[in-house]
């Protein structure tokens, strides 16, 4: 179980709300007060074998005894649940989830409002991550937000004026499918059509791709002692390490994804003009903490600054996220406040 | 004077709102009432030498003396203005905006209303524009919307579920400067920077820089007509006349300016996801009323379906705007009536 970012403490302050972000392998629970303490976490397996039903009624055990146990109980006002798509917000289902099989078209919302007698307030996963690191994170206190989560694929989420930008379809901000790349050979997302689309080039598995298709034009590269008997393998962490180590191969597929997401920044600060944006996920080759990290981002400005202009450049953050994985629950948390407020 | 596209009639409900539409050469003034409908019209010069204090004095003249007029004094509750950017939206006034040099820096919200003694509500012309087919045409009855207007440059303006995209910096929905291609010789936008992006390829001058660029590789097309002595000249319409009379050349220019459309629609609903896309200006080629219009549209709504997702595709319109010019007004109008109405 990681440490919550935001320490678990004594000292906190009613009403409370639980932030459940689901996973394809496991559901993290946390129950947070009005201020963004978080009061309990735990980290439970999905089973999505078992299916939808049998997740309700562990969910719903796990919130009974931890609000006996810390005292919560009667004082939680709602519950916030994030989920991986895709989804149909309106009707509080999802839709032919590849990570979650069994729970297509299964009324969660409802059965989960049901099983705890309380309002489910039902989010993306990305936008609760976003809604996150808005709340509490590199976006705090501000009016507008982008996070763009770099990892196994590419996620985003939009904050305008304090509104989550769901969208219509349910698709709101799924800022991995813009295009930054309009050659006749771009590559694919994983989804098998989206060509030429943000996914394919700043994901884990875009960046591996990448990285797989230049070692050919850098025989000295260390990346090659990284490929297994099949020419398989090699992933974004080990290219990160390449880099850390000052391998040239390595160093250059950071400035390739940095410039791919300087494209995709501007195309998005034109669209929506947030005044942040901010980067989560695994997939920030090392983030803030490391030079090759701080490179990273040197790039992302350096690409956006030369796209848009001098007075939006300057009115523009970019910067790293900084509540980790615990964005997800956090954001579902305080989603649920935010519609708890709402008349 | 081109005839309001909600007729003037004598039936109408207050209180009122003037839609001030400012552009480089003309000021377009509607009084408007509570249900859309147009009571007067005006299209009045900038007169941009005489400065913008010359401006408020004429529109503050217009004003009385539409009210005596049309007896609706005392029953204008707001006045709504929209103008060509770039702009500081908190600030009310345009900062360098090429259209109208005299105005830079100039109060032009505080002195419009010390003048008027009512409220102005202040916005970008193409978010105006938005907001004219959101409250009035193509968007009428959604909760969210794009605009494309396709014109001497692209603007854009967002709508999300009722609230307009303003953005941070003033800068919001700025759909002309998103990236639709990414390859090192892509044109760029009028501005000098911005290579490859949306303005480049689908506004007037784009496609008329780009039938300019082929005419070499079509000997035979009537296009080769259009130049002048000096090898210049050549407009849009001149491609639509082309197109409309059959010419392959000018043909290939409104399939590659679609899928360029689709390429960037793709883009900004993976984004906001609002259900709605409407094209507006006059670079629509002929628009539904023309088959080279309709020709256009298909090939835009067959580029965003091979890169969206089935159920995005059934669940976004594309089509085109209804009310033509008269959307800047309008919608400023409509803008004026919702920030009248908010508390």
Known sequence: MPAPSSPITQKHTPPYYWGIDIGGTSMKCGLVDHEGHTVSFEQIPTEEAAGPQAAVKRLTKLMVETEQRTGTTGLVKRIGMGAPGPMDLPRGLLVAPPQLPTWNDFPIVSRLSEATGRGVS?????NAAAY??????????????ILLTLGTGVGG??????ELLNGVNSFGSECGHILVDSAPDAQLCGWGGGRGQLEAYASATGVATIARSRLQTAPDSQLHRCLDAEGEGLTSKQVHDAAVAGDQLALSIVD???????????????????????????????????????????????????????????GTTIRFATLGSDAGYLGAAGYAKKEAATP
Chains 1, 2 share one sequence.
Not at 122 to 126: G, I, Q, V
Not at 261 to 274: E, K, S, Y
């Open 256 to 314: 390739e994804t940095a410039r791919w997401l300087g494209i995709a920044i501007t195309t998005l600060v034109h669209t929506v003009d947030p005044g942040n944006v901010v980067l989560g996920g695994a997939m920030d080759f090392g983030g803030a903490e490391c030079p090759v990290g701080k490179r990273f981002l040197d790039g992302i400005r350096s690409e956006f600054r030369e796209r848009t202009f001098p007075n939006v450049y300057a």
């Open 122 to 126: 039902f989010l993306n996963d990305a």
């Open 157 to 162: 989420g939009i904050i305008v004026e304090n």
């Open 132 to 145: 996150g690191e808005f709340w509490l994170g590199s976006g705090a206190k501000q009016s507008s937000m």
